[in-house]
């Protein structure tokens, strides 16, 4: 069998981190667009947009798509998740206010340029969730995880 990363499971694990993508990209437009109508200027309102979309995609990709999300290693997937992210999405917030500040017809359009700097953020983001902060998909919970099997050697009466 190859290897986890280059094996079968890879493709299934990055749509699924596609249709997240998705989900956190509504999350990013809509947020912009609000902070916008309350006032704020596109920049301010792009970084309100890009924490809710990150906490979103944070619970989403840690429940669903990588399925390790837990109460007891929630603190620190949380913080790699915030810090490899933040990277991918400094990226993001600079393409953002680059193309926004242009004043250019179109690109500089706060929805077209948050699509821009959310698809050069993908690969990063990506890349830095898949072998940084989910490194492992387990298929299913191993014994040692769920302690002793109740049908086990380990349980049986003396």
Known sequence: MGHPHTSGRFWPIALSYCGVSLVGFVVDVAMVRLMIRLGLEPAWARVVSLLCAMHTTFVLNGLHVFRQLQLRTLPGQWARYMLCNGFGNLCNYWLFVTLVSTHWPVIA??????????????????????????????????????????????????
């Open 109 to 158: 359009a706060p929805s077209f340029a948050v699509a821009a700097g959310s698809v050069a953020a993908w690969a990063i983001n990506f890349a830095a969730t898949r072998f940084v902060v989910f490194p492992h998909r387990p298929s299913r919970a191993s014994p040692q995880d769920n302690g002793p099997s109740p049908t086990g050697p380990e349980s049986a009466r003396p």
